[in-house]
């Protein structure tokens, strides 16, 4: 049985490396960050922390054999 934290863990984290890589490619232009926090670029990295927990979780359950 597949556990539904591996699809959504990826997911995130290929969506999270997009925008990160999307945020830093385009770090020198004033309209992506006019507050002065590049906001994509964290998301992005906030995302791809978020679906290595996802991942990392279903690892755990899966040692455990649940």
């Keep these: 049985m597949l ?3 591996v699809p959504i863990g990826t997911l995130f984290v ?4 997009l925008l990160a890589a999307y945020g830093l490619a ?3 232009d ?3 960050h006019p507050t002065g926090i590049p906001i ?4 992005g990295a ?5 679906g290595l ?4 979780g279903a690892r ?7």
């Design 30 to 32: 004033p309209a992506m």
């Design 3 to 5: 556990d539904l934290r």
């Design 46 to 50: 906030v995302q791809v922390v978020a």
């Design 60 to 66: 755990h359950a899966l040692r455990r054999g649940k």
């Design 40 to 43: 994509v670029t964290i998301w």
């Design 26 to 28: 385009h770090s020198a």
């Design 53 to 56: 927990a996802f991942l990392a």
């Design 14 to 17: 290929m969506i999270g490396l």
